[in-house]
């Protein structure tokens, strides 16, 4: 089977976390033992999917999905992540990899919130390399109508963008009810 390939979108400046009081980029932030990014990629490789970390700076969230795709032209799609995102799962990747055998744009729902990674397939190709400015891809999920599905995995949508954030994410790795491969309950 050919899969496609998991693009983390690590060139933000994080500015919301350094204006709540952060002192270094949210991607290095610590959480637990590890940066946030670390917690990121440590689930991508868990997905045994292929990747491509896009941190080349680009000015906006689509110049970096259009840098990506672009450094990643011949695969059978992408999935877009946010570096962001420490407590994703190793499945909720290979769930929505293998809904994107079957759809066009594949969005993960966890209790009625749009999570990540949202995924492309290859024919979404050309509208993914015209992406530029702070825009992402909300435009093409629209107009393709995105198969959405709801998977069992709060942190597809659990994002550090402020202290609050990373202290919220800290309490939830370190709680007995959240579980998940490579993380300690």
Excluded at 11 to 38: D, M, P, W, Y
Excluded at 52 to 68: F, K, R
Aim: include cysteine.
């Amino acid at each position: 089977m050919n899969w496609p390939t998991v693009i983390v979108l690590a060139s933000g400046r994080g500015e919301r976390f350094a204006a709540s009081g952060g002192t270094t980029h949210k991607l290095q932030a610590r959480l637990a033992h590890k940066t946030v990014i670390e917690h990121t990629l440590h689930a991508v490789r868990a997905s045994a999917l292929p990747w491509h970390l896009e941190d080349s700076g680009q000015p906006g969230m689509g110049d970096s999905i259009a840098a990506a795709v672009a450094a990643t032209a011949a695969s059978a799609g992408w999935l877009i992540l946010p570096a962001d995102l420490p407590l994703i799962q190793a499945d909720t990747l290979r769930a929505v990899a293998l809904a994107l055998q079957r759809h066009t744009v594949v969005l993960p729902i966890y209790r009625g919130q749009r999570g990540h990674p949202v995924g492309f397939s290859a024919s979404c190709r050309q509208a993914l390399l015209d992406l530029k400015g702070d825009r992402g891809a909300a435009d093409i999920v629209r107009s393709h109508s995105a198969h959405q599905f709801n998977v069992d995995d709060q942190g597809c949508v659990t994002d550090i963008d402020t202290l609050d954030d990373l202290h919220s994410a800290e309490r939830m790795l370190q709680s007995a009810a959240f579980t998940r491969s490579g993380h300690a309950a």
